[in-house]
């Protein structure tokens, strides 16, 4: 199968999914596991004539070129801009206390506030655990951290972005 192959084969399962959050799902794991660039996505959505949820894939990959890999990161950006909180840097990669490289989903630097979005298998008891003492790690460095689930972010958005704005504003002063 050729590259172009592959970025048009995508964008055509995307348009064909049910939902669009799961149309969005696909186009995020294609991009997550380095299958396509967003670049090469945007290319085949414009090489396509007549594709179903055309808008919803250009802001999906507009998403995916901002840093989102998850499609709860872009979740997470459409409710900070939906709430008019500031855009936070996604992946910010840092180095933990035992020197592995680790991404925080967000992260607004000028504030030290870091949200983590987690989906389901972070409730395995493994993940689950190595979450926390990343997270300790994140409270040592002297940083704040917020944990949404997945499901509140897309669900509860007005908590969560109060919860974020009220973490934003007490780091301010």
């Known amino acids: 199968m050729t590259r172009w192959t592959c970025w048009s084969h995508?964008?055509?399962?995307a348009q064909w999914?049910?939902?669009d959050a799961d149309a969005q799902s696909v186009l995020a794991a294609a991009y997550q596991q380095r299958r396509v660039t967003p670049?090469?996505?945007?290319?085949?959505?414009d090489a396509m004539c007549n594709v179903r949820r055309r808008s919803l894939m250009a802001a999906t990959i507009s998403d995916l070129e901002g840093g989102?890999?998850?499609?709860?990161?872009i979740d997470l950006v459409r409710l900070c801009r939906r709430y008019g909180l500031p855009i936070p840097d996604l992946q910010e990669r840092r180095t933990d206390a035992s020197g592995r490289i680790r991404?925080?989903?967000?992260?607004?630097?000028?504030?030290?506030?870091?949200?983590?979005v987690d989906g389901a298998h972070h409730?395995?008891?493994?993940?689950?655990?190595?979450?926390?003492?990343?997270?300790?790690?994140?409270?040592?460095?002297?940083?704040?951290?917020?944990?949404?689930?997945a499901f509140e972010v897309r669900n509860r958005p007005d908590v969560v972005a109060a919860q974020i704005r009220a973490?934003?504003?007490?780091?301010?002063?």
């Open 103 to 116: 991404y925080l989903d967000a992260y607004w630097r000028e504030r030290r506030v870091h949200v983590e």
């Open 10 to 13: 995508t964008v055509d399962a």
């Open 39 to 45: 670049a090469e996505l945007r290319e085949a959505l």
């Open 17 to 19: 999914m049910r939902f």
């Open 68 to 73: 989102a890999e998850a499609l709860s990161e």
């Open 123 to 149: 409730m395995d008891v493994r993940h689950w655990a190595a979450d926390m003492r990343r997270q300790n790690d994140v409270w040592i460095a002297g940083d704040r951290i917020l944990r949404f689930a």
């Open 167 to 173: 973490a934003l504003e007490v780091a301010e002063l």
